[in-house]
């Protein structure tokens, strides 16, 4: 069949989600990919396979998201000197991705791309790659002094300030090297990859049903987002249709995730802005929704809540009324909390116009999830493909054009209510059967998973080798709004990192692998 | 102004009491002597330092210093450099990218000083192991005092951690 947008022949995924697959020769890669961009298309995430072990070379492969639908485009590139024309000049967001790639299976783009490596530091020599089969992943190698190029910014009065890996919060490490000129800040040049722990290789190791609780922890605070979108590639890869029950149920837990997490971010603006009352309020009511989420669903994050071919744990009809009892009043206290900050002249004057993200610049660079809603771009997967449990919902799309810390904290709190409508909404129409389909016996397929979490759109993409999973590609949406964050500071004064890196918030775990 | 004041009065206190110290948990007898441990009792800063996690243990480690667990009444309070700190609350499998800063962390420190890791991860490597790119447990990079299960452990069981690390325990 042919693709609705694109004149190009595809094969549609069995799945959840509407994916479709194509085979390109590496060299129409810019072609199609400029096809792409000219039809609106946004780019979901590049990443590279070692098909040796299936009698062919390498591949490189692009996710885009068109209106219809996913396309999964491969690439066959040969065993000898893997390389591919780069689509960062149509894509921005490739940059880092196609950079990832050439340090974990040295396939690399033509010339004149940025050939900087990305995620390796010094724990492996230049020419090795983790991510081809016949590489040893209990093998260590002596680390070797990273010398990373970082750009140094020249002129009158500038000077560096290099912060991390270590913070000095409780956040995770990476390093930041700011150029700025009195407290303005001039440059920010990110530089990440110190959480790389070897997640994809370790996926190669393990079954399809062992894969799972690996899925739950690429990035903690989005491990509904990532355990279900790992369960939907893993049921469209094998045919396994989950209950309807489990997928209302599922989307409880993807709602509950996303409150949790607005929630204690918002405590944390407040505290950024000095207004520590803020903290205490959000991150009361963060852990009373924490304590039952452990009650219910026996884990306070809700970790393997969500498992391949259902859920684990059953909702209980009176657990389930005490569960909207408990949303209901916390809807009350956030609202009383929302008009406390919308009042707070202090907070107020430090969130508006911060951290500016404008529009073009936010579609340009593919910025998503709510922090791209809150840029204005109105993209959102849970409207944009409404599959069960939401098809029936119909959820609002929350969405603000000026792109300031403010606009993300207003579209938080909105998302905040918009998904306590959701859970009531599902809880009402909750249906009954079974909560877990047995996995149908699998077959060698692909398979894809592609969810709204809560920071933005998680991407699951599978191989499976019968029970084995061949390749996996997880994509975090930070990978294309890290790059944001370093033009969201421009000109912005130093004490306003903290406030405008929170208001994001992104997963260095989810982009280091 | 009022608003704020009047949702505090209607909040009121919420903090819980704090556990107990659970001998269970340490990894290495108790190395420090009373009069160091009577000051740590009274005023202990902590420098936390993600070596590699999936970010779950930090999302308790937030929570613990939430209203309903409060560590500052007990005189324990999170520093922004281990310059300043007593105790280490490492996190994660250690990433080889995150080793040599980790033990710089470690070295800069001053002595006497605390190791509490956090999660199973750090007590064991977890579910990343060890490989090309993880060091796997904390105690493979630095000491440890007291190690901490759970996936992620909860706010009371990262505290009751630390606790122990400060109590006297058995003697060395």
């Given at each position: 069949?042919?693709?609705?947008?694109?004149?190009?022949?595809?094969?549609?995924?069995?799945?959840?989600?509407?994916?479709?697959?194509?085979?390109?020769?590496?060299?129409?890669?810019?072609?199609?990919?400029?096809?792409?961009?000219?039809?609106?298309?946004?780019?979901?995430?590049?990443?590279?396979?070692?098909?040796?072990?299936?009698?062919?070379?390498?591949?490189?492969?692009?996710?885009?998201?068109?209106?219809?639908?996913?396309?999964?485009?491969?690439?066959?590139?040969?065993?000898?000197?893997?390389?591919?024309?780069?689509?960062?000049?149509?894509?921005?967001?490739?940059?880092?991705?196609?950079?990832?790639?050439?340090?974990?299976?040295?396939?690399?783009?033509?010339?004149?791309?940025?050939?900087?490596?990305?995620?390796?530091?010094?724990?492996?020599?230049?020419?090795?790659?983790?991510?081809?089969?016949?590489?040893?992943?209990?093998?260590?190698?002596?680390?070797?002094?990273?010398?990373?190029?970082?750009?140094?910014?020249?002129?009158?009065?500038?000077?560096?300030?290099?912060?991390?890996?270590?913070?000095?919060?409780?956040?995770?490490?990476?390093?930041?090297?700011?150029?700025?000129?009195?407290?303005?800040?001039?440059?920010?040049?990110?530089?990440?990859?110190?959480?790389?722990?070897?997640?994809?290789?370790?996926?190669?190791?393990?079954?399809?049903?062992?894969?799972?609780?690996?899925?739950?922890?690429?990035?903690?605070?989005s491990?509904?987002a990532?355990?279900?979108?790992?369960?939907?590639?893993?049921?469209?890869?094998?045919?396994?249709?989950?209950?309807?029950?489990?997928?209302?149920?599922?989307?409880?837990?993807?709602?509950?995730?996303r409150?949790?997490?607005?929630?204690?971010?918002?405590?944390?603006?407040?505290?950024?802005?000095?207004?520590?009352?803020?903290?205490?309020?959000?991150?009361?009511?963060?852990?009373?929704?924490?304590?039952?989420?452990?009650?219910?669903?026996?884990?306070?994050?809700?970790?393997?809540?969500?498992?391949?071919?259902?859920?684990?744990?059953?909702?209980?009809?009176?657990?389930?009324?005490?569960?909207?009892?408990?949303?209901?009043?916390?809807?009350?206290?956030?609202?009383?909390?929302?008009?406390?900050?919308?009042?707070?002249?202090?907070?107020?004057?430090?969130?508006?116009?911060?951290?500016?993200?404008?529009?073009?610049?936010?579609?340009?660079?593919g910025l998503n999830g709510f922090a791209g809603r809150a840029s204005?771009i109105?993209r959102d997967l849970?409207?944009?493909?409404?599959?069960?449990?939401?098809?029936?919902?119909?959820?609002?799309?929350?969405?603000?054009?000026?792109?300031?810390?403010?606009?993300r904290?207003?579209v938080?709190?909105?998302e905040?209510?918009?998904?306590?409508?959701?859970?009531?909404?599902?809880?009402?129409?909750?249906?009954?059967?079974?909560?877990?389909?047995?996995?149908?016996?699998?077959?060698?397929?692909?398979?894809?998973?592609?969810?709204e979490g809560w920071r933005g759109e998680v991407?699951?993409?599978?191989?499976?080798?019968?029970?084995?999973?061949?390749?996996?590609?997880?994509?975090d949406p930070s990978?294309q709004n890290?790059?944001?964050?370093?033009?969201?500071?421009?000109?912005?004064?130093?004490?306003?990192?903290?406030?405008?890196?929170?208001?994001f918030n992104l997963?260095?775990?989810?982009?280091?692998? | 102004?009022?608003?704020?004041?009047?949702?505090?009065?209607?909040?009121?206190?919420?903090?819980?009491?704090?556990?107990?110290?659970?001998?269970?948990?340490?990894?290495?007898?108790?190395?420090?002597?009373?009069?160091?441990?009577?000051?740590?009792?009274?005023?202990?800063?902590?420098?936390?330092?993600?070596?590699?996690?999936?970010?779950?243990?930090?999302?308790?480690?937030?929570?613990?210093?939430?209203?309903?667990?409060?560590?500052?009444?007990?005189?324990?309070?999170?520093?922004?450099?281990?310059?300043?700190?007593?105790?280490?609350?490492?996190?994660?499998?250690?990433?080889?990218?995150?080793?040599?800063?980790?033990?710089?962390?470690?070295?800069?420190?001053?002595?006497?000083?605390?190791?509490?890791?956090?999660?199973?991860?750090?007590?064991?490597?977890?579910?990343?192991?060890?490989?090309?790119?993880?060091?796997?447990?904390?105690?493979?990079?630095?000491?440890?005092?007291?190690?901490?299960?759970?996936?992620?452990?909860?706010?009371?069981?990262?505290?009751?951690?630390?606790?122990?690390?400060?109590?006297?325990?058995?003697?060395?």
């Open positions: 069949m042919k693709l609705k947008e694109l004149d190009i022949e595809v094969e549609p995924l069995a799945g959840a989600m509407p994916v479709f697959r194509a085979s390109v020769a590496a060299a129409e890669l810019p072609e199609v990919c400029g096809w792409s961009h000219a039809r609106q298309a946004r780019l979901v995430a590049l990443w590279g396979s070692d098909e040796t072990s299936r009698s062919a070379g390498y591949a490189v492969h692009v996710a885009l998201a068109f209106p219809s639908g996913l396309l999964w485009l491969s690439a066959p590139l040969p065993r000898g000197n893997p390389r591919y024309p780069g689509i960062a000049g149509t894509y921005p967001a490739a940059d880092r991705m196609q950079r990832a790639c050439a340090d974990l299976l040295g396939i690399r783009p033509d010339e004149g791309a940025d050939a900087r490596k990305w995620l390796r530091h010094g724990a492996w020599p230049e020419s090795t790659y983790p991510l081809r089969k016949e590489f040893d992943p209990g093998k260590r190698f002596a680390q070797e002094p990273d010398r990373y190029p970082f750009v140094a910014v020249a002129g009158e009065g500038v000077h560096e300030i290099p912060v991390g890996p270590v913070h000095a919060g409780t956040i995770e490490p990476g390093h930041f090297r700011f150029s700025i000129v009195g407290e303005k800040i001039l440059r920010l040049e990110e530089r990440l990859g110190y959480k790389h722990k070897g997640i994809e290789k370790r996926f190669e190791s393990m079954t399809l049903a062992e894969g799972a609780k690996l899925a739950g922890r690429i990035s903690g605070d491990t509904v990532y355990a279900w979108a790992y369960a939907m590639a893993v049921e469209g890869a094998t045919g396994t249709e989950p209950p309807g029950r489990a997928l209302a149920l599922r989307g409880i837990l993807l709602e509950l995730e409150i949790a997490n607005h929630l204690g971010d918002l405590g944390y603006l407040g505290n950024d802005v000095a207004l520590a009352f803020g903290f205490s309020q959000f991150w009361r009511l963060k852990e009373e929704l924490l304590r039952v989420n452990a009650r219910l669903f026996g884990h306070r994050y809700l970790m393997d809540a969500i498992v391949p071919g259902g859920v684990s744990r059953d909702l209980p009809r009176a657990e389930a009324e005490g569960l909207v009892r408990l949303l209901e009043a916390m809807r009350r206290e956030v609202e009383t909390l929302q008009a406390i900050y919308e009042e707070h002249a202090g907070a107020q004057d430090r969130f508006i116009m911060t951290g500016q993200v404008l529009p073009e610049l936010a579609e340009r660079m204005g109105k849970r409207v944009d493909y409404p599959i069960p449990p939401y098809q029936q919902l119909d959820p609002r799309m929350i969405s603000h054009p000026r792109g300031d810390v403010a606009a904290v207003l938080r709190f909105e905040v209510f918009e998904s306590m409508r959701l859970i009531l909404a599902l809880v009402q129409e909750l249906p009954t059967g079974e909560i877990r389909s047995p996995l149908a016996q699998s077959r060698s397929a692909a398979g894809v998973g592609w969810i991407l699951i993409a599978l191989e499976a080798e019968g029970e084995r999973i061949h390749r996996l590609h997880p994509h990978w890290w790059p944001l964050l370093e033009h969201a500071v421009h000109g912005n004064i130093v004490p306003d990192f903290p406030l405008i890196n929170k208001s997963s260095y775990s989810g982009q280091d692998l | 102004m009022y608003q704020i004041l009047k949702q505090i009065a209607r909040t009121g206190i919420v903090t819980e009491p704090a556990p107990p110290s659970d001998e269970a948990l340490r990894a290495t007898a108790q190395r420090l002597g009373e009069t160091i441990l009577k000051h740590f009792g009274r005023a202990l800063a902590i420098r936390h330092v993600d070596a590699g996690s999936c970010n779950g243990c930090e999302l308790e480690i937030h929570a613990l210093n939430g209203p309903y667990y409060n560590p500052e009444r007990l005189g324990i309070r999170f520093v922004a450099s281990p310059r300043h700190a007593d105790l280490l609350l490492v996190t994660g499998p250690v990433s080889r990218n995150m080793e040599t800063a980790l033990r710089r962390t470690w070295e800069a420190t001053p002595d006497p000083k605390l190791v509490v890791a956090i999660g199973d991860c750090g007590c064991t490597g977890g579910i990343f192991g060890e490989s090309y790119a993880s060091c796997g447990r904390v105690s493979n990079v630095i000491p440890v005092d007291v190690a901490v299960p759970g996936c992620p452990p909860t706010p009371t069981a990262i505290l009751q951690g630390i606790l122990t690390a400060i109590s006297a325990g058995a003697k060395a």
